[in-house]
């Protein structure tokens, strides 16, 4: 399918005033969670609910992380989801769980994002 990179919007749930714009996010079907960096999560005060999640990185490591909640918006999209507080050498990503939030689907031909159509009601 080959990678692409998006430029994405972070904002606090409770402060929307506070917020950061990700210009370089990969966006990546493979992982669940949505990573970013851990000082800018700091900046924007959002905070960690969420402390020693384990993550299996590609290579087999186990890590973990801290996670915490925060809208991330894309174009017209938004949604609020899990973010993970990445720390140094840890990729920003677009999980899977924030895309299916932001009902975007990859088009792989193209590579970008698009919308995934109506929402399944049941």
């Known amino acids: 399918m080959g990678t692409f ?3 994405c919007k972070v904002e606090n749930i409770s402060k929307r005033e506070k917020s ?20 800018t ?22 890590i973990t992380r801290s ?5 991330l918006r894309y174009d017209k999209f938004f949604t609020v989801d899990e973010v993970v507080f990445a720390e140094k050498g840890d990729l920003p990503l677009l ?11 990859v088009d792989p031909r193209q590579k970008k994002l698009v919308a995934a159509g109506p929402i399944l009601a049941a």
């Open 95 to 105: 999980g899977a769980r924030t895309l299916e939030g932001l009902s975007l689907v």
């Open 5 to 7: 990179k998006i430029r």
């Open 67 to 71: 996670v915490g909640f925060a809208i």
């Open 41 to 62: 999560l700091e900046k924007l005060d959002v905070e960690r609910e969420k402390k020693d999640v384990r993550f299996v990185m590609a290579n087999g490591q186990v």
């Open 20 to 39: 950061a714009v990700i210009p370089q996010m990969l966006v990546d079907t493979g992982s669940e969670y949505t990573w970013i960096s851990g000082q």
